[in-house]
């Protein structure tokens, strides 16, 4: 099964004040972490998708030592939104592609194990996996080939949230599935084992 990765960076930080990606995190730019754990998913290719900060983003994802092809597109409308960034990477895929790993720039934690359980699971006919801890469902997700066809209809800064009822849900015991930096602030709690601001616990 020919699985790829879309790591979308394409955001402004807004409420970080800009130069989010490429803030320092536990001494590298923030959009780094999220490429190293794109790099350790059973993919092809990683599909970078720039945007807002695209020379500064583009900069640190070129420095990145991967083993990984990763190529580097820009989302021209990313400012309508993470669906516009989705689909920008969505149309980017190689034909051969029969499903993508979709990992947020601001994401630092995600577990290394976590993409290879997503795409054991899509590979046995569920139409798309999402992780979940303690009930809440957070990121990456993996989108399967008939799901990827409905990326176009999706509108404003929900990403693939709309497209995932069905998709079959793989429990981890690791937090760092909902952890994203919004603010600096959450530079400096990351990397213990703290909820994100906000998630209570479901089960």
């Known amino acids: 099964m020919a699985l790829y990765a879309l790591l979308l960076a394409a955001g402004e930080g807004r409420r970080f004040g800009g130069g989010k990606l490429t803030a320092l995190h536990r001494g590298m730019p923030l959009v780094q972490h999220a490429l190293s754990a794109a790099v350790r998913a059973p993919v092809k290719e990683i599909i970078v998708v720039l945007g807002a ?118 429990h981890t015991d690791d937090p760092g599935i909902l952890r994203d930096v919004d603010v600096p602030a959450d530079l400096e709690s990351h990397g213990d084992h703290r909820l994100p601001r906000g998630a209570v616990p479901s089960r």
């Open 53 to 170: 900060d695209a020379e500064g983003v583009g900069r640190a994802v070129a420095q990145s030592a991967v083993s990984v092809p990763v190529r580097m597109i820009i989302a021209s409308d990313w400012a309508a939104g993470m669906s516009a960034s989705l689909r920008a990477g969505v149309l980017a895929l190689p034909e051969d592609a029969e499903g993508a790993l979709v990992f947020l720039g601001d994401m630092p934690d995600v577990p290394g194990e976590l993409a290879s359980r997503l795409a054991a699971v899509v590979r046995s006919g569920a139409p798309a996996a999402v992780p979940a801890y303690l009930g809440q469902r957070g990121n990456p997700v993996l989108l399967g080939r008939t799901l990827l066809a409905k990326v176009g209809s999706l509108t404003g800064d929900r990403g693939a949230r709309m497209l995932l009822a069905d998709a079959k849900v793989v």
